[in-house]
């Protein structure tokens, strides 16, 4: 009887610990997701730049982006057929709010801008933008 007692009371236990890191199912998890993306190459100096875009129907899954490799391949097509410009490396940084995704890009842009030799290039938002992948 001792151990039918133990065995219970470790079940539920088990209960009760699962159940608590399920998500409640009445609350909204959903928040925006901004993103921008860069492409840039190691044998040429032009480094190319999206504007900070809101992706539609997008939820964080853990803080991370679902599908971002994706996103990072449409930018890396786009560039390949639309731009000529092949063999980029393609990047794609994300946040729940447009103010640190602001903050986030005049950081990354930093970066490129400190070596004097970059040409930042802005690609226009009407010729490019991330879509939700299928099946997402």
């Given at each position: 009887?001792?151990?039918?007692?133990?065995?219970l009371?470790?079940a539920?236990?088990?209960?009760?610990?699962?159940?608590?890191?399920?998500?409640?199912?009445?609350?909204s998890?959903?928040?925006?997701?901004?993103?921008?993306?860069?492409?840039?190459?190691?044998?040429?100096?032009?480094?190319?730049?999206?504007?900070?875009?809101?992706l539609?129907?997008v939820?964080?899954?853990?803080?991370?982006?679902?599908?971002?490799?994706?996103?990072?391949?449409?930018?890396?097509?786009?560039?390949?057929?639309?731009?000529?410009?092949?063999?980029?490396?393609?990047?794609?940084?994300?946040?729940?709010?447009?103010?640190?995704?602001?903050?986030?890009?005049?950081?990354?842009?930093?970066?490129?801008?400190?070596?004097?030799?970059?040409?930042?290039?802005?690609?226009?938002?009407?010729?490019f933008?991330?879509?939700?992948?299928?099946?997402?």
């Open positions: 009887m001792k151990y039918v007692r133990i065995m009371t470790v539920v236990m088990l209960a009760v610990c699962s159940c608590s890191s399920i998500p409640f199912i009445g609350k998890a959903h928040k925006s997701v901004y993103a921008f993306g860069v492409a840039a190459s190691f044998t040429d100096s032009l480094v190319y730049y999206t504007d900070v875009q809101l539609d129907s939820t964080l899954l853990g803080g991370a982006l679902p599908q971002q490799k994706l996103y990072t391949y449409q930018l890396q097509n786009y560039m390949e057929a639309n731009m000529g410009k092949p063999h980029r490396t393609c990047m794609i940084y994300y946040k729940n709010s447009k103010k640190k995704t602001d903050k986030e890009m005049t950081k990354v842009l930093g970066k490129f801008k400190k070596k004097k030799s970059n040409n930042l290039i802005h690609i226009d938002p009407k010729e933008k991330f879509t939700k992948p299928e099946g997402q």
